[in-house]
């Protein structure tokens, strides 16, 4: 073989060369939903003014209540919205991509019209704080949620069964929040009943291989099962010693909480979402920055190459689950122990399939998936605030838009997501 | 360190995998274990890594008996191995990878990457890697990615080193680069064990061969030995090496494939502006590195990829954005890459398998029942024909040996009338007394004035059944080249370089 010695001729490229593919999506989809909102406004004027609050009476600082004339700002909205649109489409339109703050704005400006037109003419103040804040109370669980599906799907397990982690969480805290009147106890319990839920999905998916499809559903359906029997024959009867729970108090942080609308919003809650703030950037910490988190999602990209390494595949999958067991069944106490001071029957309604549509929608990515519950709990709050001022909206319609948006937001705006390359597969060592 | 094997049996079910193999490996030393695909080798190596636990045997290690319940332990007795599939995650950056498993920490089990960064590339300094261990290994081309899986074996100071057919995704210039740096090793004292089934890098590299057939170590070589003996150790009779054909009779008609461009979901250009033709009567094979854009030009061919512009035009005929169904009632037969996933029913039966293209209609359907007499007539017949090895045409496909699943598959592509037949890697995984029978059919075909086009990697295929030889790199053609091109001047095309360049460097 000469070749190799020999002088080497001019190298060759050594990438493929990249169409970028012109995608009309995101363009598309604001134009349609800047017209359904002007179809809205036209079809439905709305007169009279939208008086927004900015701040609540017990606030440091008043802020005096902001009064706009409400289609007039809807239209202004409006026109910010389709020149959003105009612009991603020029975006497009040249081959470039539609920079983040561009369907941002036309979000923020629908948001803002939306909010004009459903509160004009009412008589009561739209409070923005509540609005935020009720939010984030809202996304408690699905955080939570979320996380716990983060950590078991970057594993390799898929995780269906958040359902039944919150709920088992919900209810364990309530009995023991009750017998024990503190509700630490309460979250405690939530925890290790989360973790047990895991075990179950662990034993069944990782050491027997079953579908993890399949027994997550499965899980959830006993889940729900059980608690509501346990509610109904054990709860009811006696629910002033089994099912009263004091609730965590609300811990303003010095200072922080006085600051205009985030302070109230973000620093006078209780220590379930401070938890839950921190609960977000430990796991990202774990997952990327640590031995742990790298031998986690080894095992959930590709488990044989791990296992050559010397990483015991099935026992790492049993410790992320278990995590992620906990970090749901954690998100379960708030419904008992923050929320609610009781448990009722299915009382989590559907939060942990939200959850898991939050996983997805944030791309495995705690941090992004911690943001996409956020934006579904804001979701949710909005229906019930609105309701507050009196929209015109039926509530039945408002009832679903914490639905749509997961909906839109999963199916239309996730863009490419890959989920971890191995996650679903059992691992059968050879 | 040196390695001892003794008397390993590994069975699966009543599969014997390997026989009592004894092996004695000494530091120092390339020791190359030859043998066809499915003769035992990987799996011997699988029970050395301590992925198999060996039904009888033990490992001995600088004398010392061994017993390992996972790779975990084979590696921290100084085993190394650079396997088939590389072990990488791809979407880990190289240092990860080289970590992963022996994680350096600082305090609370935080990742030291820097520690990571260094190893990698100490260890890419020593050898002259060009390895940067912050790229994403799903990155890197395959040569580079086999780098890392060396670097992973040696930063775990791995004294006993498998390569288990590590050549198979290189071109020839990477593969002799390879061999060098194996000599390196050797020469730095490590013991080397060095799987294959390629004649040419055998006798290149070793300083002993074991030649293992069905699970036994059935004899040794010098490194000296003919290809021919060599070959006739591994298949146990003799065989022929070279494929004898007629100089080509060219129709006027044919296949002629103009601009044709394939795009990924995600606007990587897999196939880059690609033209040529094929005549009746001739055989044009498709050369070049696994992963340059072959499969997506056959598929494209097929009607199996979805982002295609061109014209690809079969006896004037546009076939280009036509479904498969149409592309095969014009008269094209495919023999796909994949056989086992893409070409076969595995739970099938092989008379099932071999009606599998017709079940639309006449002579194996009619008003909506199967004919089972006619496909099992045709069944016989074909089994016959194609010489395939089975106990019935009842049998399931996916128990055949890779020969026989493949004399399936080009039984079923072959027996209708075609105007075109493409094969991608049709002898990949395939017995050596197999591919005999697989190229003289292929050359029959071009004999009967069909136009055919053959993917290979192999480049002894390649010149072997070629009239003309199209070389693809990064989805680009390199070159239109006669079957009489130099090796080397191929090999440099396969690296992307044009051909006159390369006959200039390879003078």
């Known amino acids: 073989m000469t070749a190799a010695t020999v002088e080497a001729p001019k190298a060759p490229e050594a990438e493929n060369r990249r169409i970028a593919p012109v995608s009309w999506k995101s363009a598309v989809t604001l134009g349609v939903v800047t017209a359904l909102f002007a179809v809205l406004l036209l079809v439905a004027p709305h007169a009279g ?32 919205a389709a020149l959003a649109a105009v612009g991603a489409g020029l975006f497009t339109a040249r081959g470039l991509r539609t920079p983040a703050w561009v369907p941002g704005v036309a979000a923020f400006a629908i948001l803002l019209g939306f909010l004009s037109w459903a509160a004009a003419g009412s008589p009561r103040d739209l409070s923005i704080v509540g609005l935020l804040s009720g939010a984030v109370l809202l996304s408690v669980p699905l955080v939570y949620g979320a996380l716990g599906g983060v950590l ?8 269906i069964a958040i359902e039944g982690q919150l709920l088992a969480g919900a209810f364990t805290a309530a009995i023991v929040g009750s017998l024990t009147d503190s509700p630490y106890a309460g979250a405690l319990a939530a925890v290790l009943a989360g973790m047990l839920v895991s075990l179950v999905l662990g034993l069944f998916t990782i050491t027997y291989h079953v579908n993890q499809v399949i027994v997550g559903v499965v899980l959830n359906v006993l889940v729900i099962g059980l608690t509501s029997f346990l509610y109904s024959q054990v709860l009811v009867p006696d629910a002033a010693t089994l099912n009263t729970t004091t609730r965590f108090p609300r811990v303003g942080i010095p200072l922080l909480e006085n600051i205009p609308v985030i302070g109230p919003v973000l620093f006078d809650q209780t220590i379930i979402v401070y938890l839950m703030f921190v609960a977000v950037g430990l796991v990202w910490f774990a997952l990327f920055r640590t031995r742990w988190g790298l031998r986690v999602r080894a095992v959930g990209e590709h488990p044989l190459a791990a296992d050559t390494v010397g990483i015991d595949v099935v026992r790492t999958r049993y410790n992320a689950l278990l995590w992620a067991g906990a970090v749901a069944g954690l998100g379960g106490a708030f419904y008992t122990v923050v929320s609610l001071s009781q448990f009722n029957r299915e009382m989590t309604a559907g939060a942990g399939f939200i959850a898991l549509a939050a996983v997805i929608f944030g791309k495995w990515h705690p941090v992004r998936a911690a943001l996409a519950g956020l934006l579904f709990g804001f979701a949710s709050n909005l229906q019930s605030v609105l309701s507050v001022v009196g929209s015109p909206v039926p509530s039945q319609f408002m009832l679903m838009v914490p639905y749509v948006v997961t909906i839109l937001a999963v199916a239309g705006l996730v863009g490419r997501s890959r989920p971890p390359a191995a996650e679903g597969i059992p691992y059968v060592k050879g | 360190m040196r390695l001892e094997l003794r008397g390993i049996t590994k069975r699966f079910g009543a599969l014997v995998a390997n026989d009592h193999i004894d092996l004695v490996v000494e530091p120092g030393e390339i020791h190359c274990l030859l043998g066809e695909n499915g003769a035992g080798k990987s799996t011997l190596m699988n029970v050395l890594y301590g992925l198999y636990t060996a039904d009888e045997g033990e490992i001995l290690l600088d004398d010392a008996v061994q017993s ?28 990860e990878n080289v970590m992963l498993g022996h994680e350096q920490v600082k305090g609370g089990g935080v990742l030291d990457l820097d520690a990571a960064r260094a190893r990698v590339r100490e260890i890419s300094a020593r050898f002259g890697f060009h390895v940067d261990p912050d790229a994403v290994v799903e990155d890197l081309p395959v040569g580079v990615q086999q780098r890392v899986e060396i670097i992973k074996a040696l930063s775990r100071d791995a004294d006993v080193l498998v390569f288990d057919e590590p050549t198979a995704v290189l071109t020839p210039q990477e593969t002799d680069e390879l061999m060098g740096i194996m000599r390196q090793l050797r020469d730095d004292g490590a013991a080397i ?3 294959t089934h390629k004649l040419r890098e055998v006798r290149e590299v070793a300083d002993k061969i074991s030649v293992v057939r069905l699970g036994k170590i059935v004899g040794e070589a010098s490194p000296t030995a003919t290809d021919a003996e060599l070959a006739s150790l591994m298949v146990g009779r003799a065989v022929s090496l070279t494929v004898h054909k007629d100089a080509p009779v060219v129709a006027e008609t044919g296949l002629t494939v103009d601009n044709l461009v394939v795009t990924s979901e995600t606007g990587a250009v897999l196939v880059d502006d690609v033209s040529f033709d094929v005549r009746g009567g001739e055989v044009l094979v498709v050369a070049g590195v696994q992963g340059n854009g072959q499969t997506e030009l056959t598929e494209a061919l097929i009607g199996l990829q979805p982002n295609v512009t061109g014209s690809i035009l079969l006896d004037g005929k546009e076939l280009a954005g036509r479904s498969v169904r149409e592309v095969l009632d014009a008269g094209v037969g495919f023999v796909p890459e994949d056989r086992t996933h893409d070409g076969l029913v595995g739970e099938f039966t092989i008379a099932e398998n071999l009606m599998l293209d017709r079940a639309d209609g006449p002579p194996f359907v009619r008003k909506g029942a199967l004919q089972l007499a ?14 395939v090895r089975t106990q019935g045409i009842e049998a399931a496909v996916g128990r055949l040996s890779g020969g026989n699943q493949q004399k399936v598959v080009l039984a079923r592509e072959l027996s209708r009338d ?6 991608a890697q049709p002898t990949r995984g395939v017995d050596v007394g197999s591919i005999e029978f697989i190229h003289k059919r292929i050359v029959a075909t071009r004999d009967a004035g069909v136009p055919v086009v053959v993917v290979s990697t192999e480049l002894d295929e390649a010149v072997a059944l070629a009239d003309r030889i199209m070389v693809m790199y990064r989805g680009r053609v390199v070159g239109i080249v006669p079957a009489t091109t130099p090796r080397d001047v191929l090999g440099l095309m396969m690296a992307g370089i044009l051909p006159q360049d390369a006959e200039g460097g390879a003078a």
């Open chain 1, 49 to 80: 003014d939208a008086r927004f609050a900015l701040s609540t009476s017990g606030d440091f600082f008043i802020i005096p209540v902001i009064v706009v004339p409400a289609m007039g700002t809807a239209w202004g909205c409006l026109v910010l």
């Open chain 1, 152 to 159: 078991s799907e970057r594993a390799g397990i898929v995780n």
């Open chain 2, 68 to 95: 390992f319940s996972g790779p975990g332990d084979a590696m921290a007795a100084g085993i190394g191995m650079v396997h088939q599939h590389f072990m990488l995650v791809p979407v880990f950056t190289v240092a």
């Open chain 2, 193 to 195: 064990v060095f799987i």
């Open chain 2, 374 to 387: 006619e496909r099992d007539r045709f069944a016989r017949e074909k089994v016959a024909e194609f010489d």
């Open chain 2, 418 to 423: 075609l105007r075109l037949f493409v094969a």
